[in-house]
């Protein structure tokens, strides 16, 4: 069983930077493939980012050259760095971790972005 707490959301305006945290804990956490996924208002939830465990990374074309995923694996941690942002970034972010066998996932409960002026 892994547990993922989300943090870092907020309100930003245009423009602006987040960083989002997603804490694991429960299990070995370089044995998992780590995403970032965001729901927006209506509709589906959505790949926006992921890292493997040997740290490939892998983006959505909406969010190329802006955001980047990074992990820390004796903090357990993974980050994503959110610039450049837009008020379609809006969503709730989602923590995500498959174990790279793929027989467990887990997700995080969400942290809430807006991007607004």
């Known amino acids: 069983q892994v547990r993922l707490v989300e943090s870092g959301g907020g309100l930003v305006q245009p423009g602006g930077s987040l960083r989002l945290s997603c804490a694991a804990s429960g299990s070995i956490f370089s044995m998992y493939n780590m995403g970032w996924y965001r729901q927006a208002p209506g509709k589906q939830r959505e790949l926006v980012a992921t890292i493997s465990s040997g740290g490939t990374t892998n983006y959505a074309d909406s969010v190329k050259g802006r955001f980047t995923i990074s992990r820390d694996n004796p903090k357990n941690t993974v980050y994503l760095q959110m610039n450049s942002l837009k008020p379609e970034d809006t969503a709730v972010y989602y923590c995500?971790?498959?174990?790279?066998?793929?027989?467990?996932?887990?997700w995080g409960q969400g942290t809430q972005v807006t991007v607004s002026s």
């Open positions: 995500k971790a498959e174990r790279v066998d793929g027989r467990y996932a887990y």
